[in-house]
Each structure stands twice: as C-alpha cells, then as structure tokens.
C-alpha cells in the first residue's frame, strides 16, 4: 500500500463528488505560490520575494559547519552558503516591510543530524520573527527532505516543522510538529498539464488532498506540470501551496487573478427572435448599427458564460468576419477602424474620418440623410471620442477634441448623445460649437432625463461624465433608454434611419484587464442588441448589424462555468490586437453580411442598402 492510499485509508472512506469550475476551497494570491527550487533560479530569494511568494525553498547541505545551498554536492561553492543567499537578505526585508510574511522550506539533501543544528544556530537572528505555536510571528521554517523520524522530531525547537510526505505512524504529540504534507503528484498521477482533469483523476487527487485538510494541515504537491492549465487545476482542487519554476509568470496568473474572475449575479433574460425578415431580400428602410468597442469573439463568449448560457448576440444567425487591419498598421484603433466602415476607405491609425492624406471622408450619416433619413449617433462616452466622430468629424489626429468638436457643425445627423461637454465650450472666432449647433436649430441639453423627455428633431446631448460612468460603477439604463428613445423618435419617419449606438466601455475592460468590466460592458451592450432585434421583428423593414471595430486586451478564456455564470479570462496585452471580429446581421440583407472581408466592405455593404431604390 502506497503513501497516497494510506493518506486516503488513515481517515476512513471519503465522499469524493469532485469539483467545478469557479467553486474554489479559498481565496488564492501570491502569497499561496511556492518557488521551488529555488536557489536554480538567476536571483535566489529576491525574485520570489519581490514578487509576493509566501513560500521560498532551498536545498542545503552541511559543510564545514556551514549550511551550504545546492542541489548536488558538485554545485557547492563558497558564494552559495543559506546565510549569504536567504538568512542576511530576509533579515533586511523583514525589517523593512513589517507586515510580511513567509515559509521557508529548508530542504536537507543528507544528514539532518548535521544539518539541524546548523539550522539552529544559523537562523538564530530570525528568531523574533518564527512563527509557531503560542508564538504568531511572521515566518515559518519548514524542514523537508531527508527529515529525521517521527520519533525525533521534538526533540527540536518549537519553531522548527517538518514537511512529510506521508500521514501514517504519527502520534498526537509528533503530529503537531507536522507544518506541511507534500505528495509527489507524477507518482499518483501521469498529467502533461494541458487540457482538465477527468473525474476519475479529481476523485483520485482530492481524496488525499482532503484527507490532509481533514487533519488539520496544509497540502502542496511537487512534480507538477509547470504551466497555467495545472495551476489552475491545483486551485480548483484546493490545494495550498501553488509550486512553480515560473515565478514570474505564476505571481502574475495570481496577482491579476481578482481581476481576471467574475460571477454574474444574475442572468438577464435575451428576446427570442421571429426570424420572419431575417434574411429577406425586401428594402431595408431603417439601419441600425451596433459597435461593440473592443469586442471580440472572447468578449461576447465570456458575456455569454456569464448570463447562464444566453446572449441576444447569439440569437442572430446570419455571421461574418470583419478584417481590422488599417492603412499604416496591422493593428488598428478606433479611429481608422471606425473610420474604415463609416467611410469605406481605409486610414492611418488615429485619423477620424480623412484618408492617409488628410482628405476628408462622407460617413454613412452623410449618405443616409442625403437618403432622407433621419440619422443618431448614441455612445456611452465622449462625443469627441474616435467611434462616434468618425461618423461627423474629419481630422488627421483623434486628440485634437476641440477641431473635432467644431466638425460638428457641420453634421447633418439629428440626434447626438454622449458626454465631454467641455470639448464643446472652447470658442472660434467668439463662438462655441454649441452656438452655433443652436443656430442651425439644434436643441442643446445637458440632463439626461431631459433628453429622455424632449420632443426636439434635432438634439445634442452632452450629458456629465457621471451619467456615462461605467455601468460596474451605476451607470444604469442609460444605453437601451436612449436606444429606446431614439427609435420612438424616428419610427414614423417615411424614408426611415440611420443609428449607430456604441457599447463604447467593453474597450475600457480590455485596456485595464478587468474582466468584470468587459462582461458588465457587454451585457449592457447586448441588451441593445435585444431591443433592436426586437424593433427590427415589429417593424419588419430593419436591418441590424453587430460589430467591432477591433479586438481589445487579447483575452483567453481560462476557465468558466456556465450554470453558475463564473468566467476567468487572461489577458496577453493592454491594448488592441489584430484579431478579426465577427459581425453578425439580422432582418432583411442579412445574409450580405456573411463570409469574411475587409471592415470596408461593412460600409460598401450598408451604402448598398442606403442607395437601393
């Protein structure tokens, strides 16, 4: 009978029901990661302890009444003693830093006659700060490896633990000299780290990593894939101690790992679709174009974990790839991808609504209220921002928010929402843009339930920032009651609209790697999506499109359940990438919008429908 079956057996028969998804035993940080080996890596101790680790090992060998750090005899070299690399170093940051804590797992190769007394004698000056019964201070020492019998284990100090790999042959006083049972985790289990552990191999794990909890003891094991498949899988077992080579990149994985999880409260419920237009070939009288700002096909599965296994988005079956790219980059921004299908023409990055030279560019609003229909552009952001003035403005640099601001003036859309209302106060030749929007008949207002309210044909609408503030943060309803109010506005108008809202935020989760935010942002959006498939099956003559101007934060989806709505996603960047993202299209035309194609190809396809007679 091996360790591992007696560690099952000494506890009697366990209900193993395995584990699911987002259900973790504890909450993990850095301070559960455990750097193996450690005196391998390029910088002994200070890495793992910049990095936050709460467990740092050293393998040490007694020469010469030294304690000596090495793996093999043949690594030993005088530079390389456990007082020079752990002992002086941890003196300083401990006092330094009041607050930390750390276990220090001495790993004795041979000897822990020789080496036990040593240790003593050398980590004497850390005495104030050991860790152990009736004495809470801040740092445990753990002695693993070749450790002495249970027999002889009190003969040593109280502050001096034992780590075991075993859990027969203990009595109750040698048992509480116990800090740490490590198993050897290939000898139970042969795993590569890739892919999730099937049933049986949970059943088979967590029986011994509960029969260590159950007497009252931490559990880590060593031989374990070293990648971010197993230290997730270490942490849905709840094991409690995370191993690793990769300080670095496991501190990151659990630094970030708060930032990386959510759990929807609730599911929203998604509207069911007609399909009675969807795909006809009927004339398409109203246009409504949502952009999902740094939405990729990651974005919208996460949001769809998150709502139990529903999404509006998902409901829309007619599907393509919009191709991002822009004029002088392979990964575009806002402005040049917006720019590319509210124009048709494909520009420098930055640039809002000119070509690479600076010429200006006519939108979709141009063409479609030269069509005679009414047009809205409704963000949940700054009117100056790249996606809503692609679709009015005309400037070489997105910054430049004043000279965007001014381009207004020019614009023949109807309804304009959105905040920034200071870049519409700085004044030309004695007027604001404000002015003179009020001249050409505009209804200026600056309260939302006011906007809500208004009975004006034409508004602009810079609400504060407050009321645009991220819906994490209590935005509210403010996308659907404005989409909402838009299309009440304009339902009744002959020759129809033209609408483009903007999930303009789901951007912002990406650029701060904060899941919660990409997943509140999307299920906002995707809440606009439902009421506009629904205008679109009541009225019958409407053609809805989603989209993205780019992919933002290069999320990979880690782990998710679906039944409980827990997501954990990574992030590779804190910026766009060039991933193409997908458009999906409801009502009639729909189908001109499968396939995969240049974001260009988004405006060819809606000047069209535009144009058709």
Not at 107 to 114: G, L, R, S, V, Y
Not at 224 to 244: E, F, H, N, Y
Not at 346 to 371: F, H, N, Q, W
Request: charged fraction near 25%.
């Amino acid at each position: 009978m091996n360790n591992f079956t007696k560690a099952v057996t000494i506890l009697g028969v366990l209900t193993i029901t395995g584990i699911s998804a987002g259900a973790q035993i504890k909450t993990y940080t850095v301070a559960d990661a455990h750097s193996h080996n450690d005196y391998k890596n390029n910088i002994p101790f200070l890495r793992p302890y910049e990095k936050g680790f709460g467990s740092i090992e050293a393998d040490v060998y007694a020469v010469n009444g030294q304690l000596m750090v090495a793996h093999d005899k043949k690594e030993i070299s005088a530079k390389r003693s456990l007082k020079i690399l752990y002992i002086d170093p941890l003196i300083e940051k401990f006092s330094l830093d009041p607050e930390r804590k750390l276990r220090l797992l001495i790993e004795i190769k041979e000897d822990h006659k020789a080496v036990l007394p040593l240790v003593i004698k050398e980590l004497k000056p850390l005495e104030k700060y050991f860790s152990y019964e009736g004495h809470p201070g801040r740092l445990s020492i753990v002695m693993t490896g070749a450790v002495p019998p249970a027999a002889e284990m009190n003969n040593y100090p109280d502050w001096i633990s034992f780590d075991v790999d075993h859990m027969d042959g203990f009595n109750a006083q040698q048992w509480k000299k116990i800090g740490l049972v490590s198993f050897p985790f290939g000898k139970y289990l042969k795993w590569n780290g890739k892919g999730v552990l099937n049933k049986e191999e949970i059943s088979r794990v967590k029986a011994g990593i509960d029969s260590v909890h159950r007497a009252g003891k931490m559990i880590r094991f060593w031989e374990t894939p070293d990648t971010k498949s197993s230290w997730l899988a270490l942490i849905r077992l709840g094991v409690d101690v995370i191993g690793t080579d990769k300080i670095e990149e496991l501190g990151d994985f659990l630094n970030k790992k708060p930032r990386s999880e959510y759990v929807a409260p609730a599911p929203y419920p998604v509207y069911h679709p007609t399909y009675k237009s969807d795909g006809s070939q009927k004339k398409v009288k109203n246009i409504i174009l949502c952009i999902g700002d740094g939405m990729g096909l990651s974005q919208i599965y996460s949001t769809y974990t998150a709502n139990r296994g529903e999404l509006n988005i998902f409901q829309m079956q007619n599907i393509g790839f919009s191709i991002t790219y822009s004029a002088d980059a392979y990964i575009t921004d806002s402005a040049a991808g917006g720019t590319a299908f509210a124009t048709g023409q494909k520009t420098d990055d930055r640039a809002v609504g000119v070509d690479p030279s600076g010429k200006p560019l006519k939108s979709l609003a141009v063409y479609s209220a030269e069509a005679g229909k009414k047009t809205a552009d409704i963000v949940a952001c700054e009117l100056t921002d790249a996606t809503p003035a692609v679709f009015y403005a005309h400037q070489s640099e997105r910054s430049s928010a004043a000279a965007i601001a001014n381009d207004m003036v020019s614009t023949p859309i109807d309804i304009l929402l959105g905040s920034g209302y200071k870049d519409f106060t700085e004044k030309v030749n004695g007027e604001t843009p404000l002015d003179k929007m009020k001249q050409k008949g505009y209804t200026i207002i600056r309260n939302f339930d006011e906007f809500l309210s208004s009975q004006a044909p034409k508004i602009v609408a810079l609400v504060d920032d407050s009321v645009t503030r991220p819906k994490m943060e209590g935005r509210g309803n403010y996308l659907p009651q404005a989409f909402n109010k838009v299309t009440s506005t304009f339902k009744n108008n002959p020759q129809g609209f033209f609408m483009m809202v903007e999930g303009s935020q789901i951007d912002h989760g990406g650029h701060s790697n904060n899941l919660k935010q990409v997943i509140t942002e999307n299920s906002d959006f995707d809440r606009v999506v439902g009421d506009a498939l629904r205008f679109a099956d009541e009225d019958g003559e409407t053609l809805v499109i989603v989209t993205a101007d780019h992919e933002t934060g290069g999320l990979t989806l880690l782990d998710g359940n679906i039944k409980s709505g827990y997501v954990w996603g990574d992030f590779s960047t804190n910026d766009h990438t060039g991933t193409p993202v997908p458009v999906f299209a409801y009502g009639p035309h729909a189908g001109d919008f499968r396939g995969v194609y240049q974001n260009t190809d988004i405006f060819n396809k809606i000047l069209a429908l535009i144009k058709a007679k």
